[in-house]
């Protein structure tokens, strides 16, 4: 596959895009480069129909850094760095229970999470990105002299 194949179509003005030509079971270094660019420049980035194996979706993730391994939901059976999410149809909250960002409460948070959606009902059951540098960017001067200094501390705790 050569990088010319390579498609980013960004989706929001705030972030995320999509990107096609990309196989993560066969990446080169320059494509690996590629994503790691759109995610940089996107904050989130979609590859769309990845029919990788655990052991071809772990190789990707260690490819970004050290897996951060989720100790709240169950482990796939052989993979313990690889947590199942699950949402059953008569669920109605979602995961979280609210606006949240993944492992913001460890000491040292992940850079990101990889999702591989499975099974996906025909419509609904969305998952919405926020990027807080756009959000904070937003803020008038003043809003930013307020919050300058202040800081949140972030639990595990349930």
């Known amino acids: 596959m050569r990088n010319d194949s390579i498609r980013i179509i960004r989706l929001t003005g705030g972030c995320g895009a999509e990107i096609t030509g990309v196989d993560i079971a066969r990446l080169d270094d ?69 606006w949240h960002t993944d492992h913001s409460y460890d000491a040292i948070p992940a850079m990101g999470s990889i999702l591989l959606a499975r099974d996906v009902p025909e419509e609904g059951g969305d998952t919405l990105f926020a990027s807080m540098y756009a959000a904070y960017d937003a803020l008038s001067d003043g809003m930013k002299r307020t919050l300058e200094g202040m800081r949140a501390i972030h639990s595990a705790e349930h």
């Open 30 to 98: 320059a494509q690996f480069a590629v994503l790691r660019r759109a995610f940089i420049e996107h904050g989130v980035i979609f590859l769309r129909d990845q029919k990788s194996t655990p052991d071809e979706h772990l190789a990707f993730a260690r490819r970004w850094g050290d897996i951060d391994i989720n100790r709240f939901f169950t482990p796939v059976p052989g993979h313990p760095e690889i947590a199942e999410v699950r949402k059953e149809k008569e669920q109605r909250t979602n995961i979280g229970g609210g």
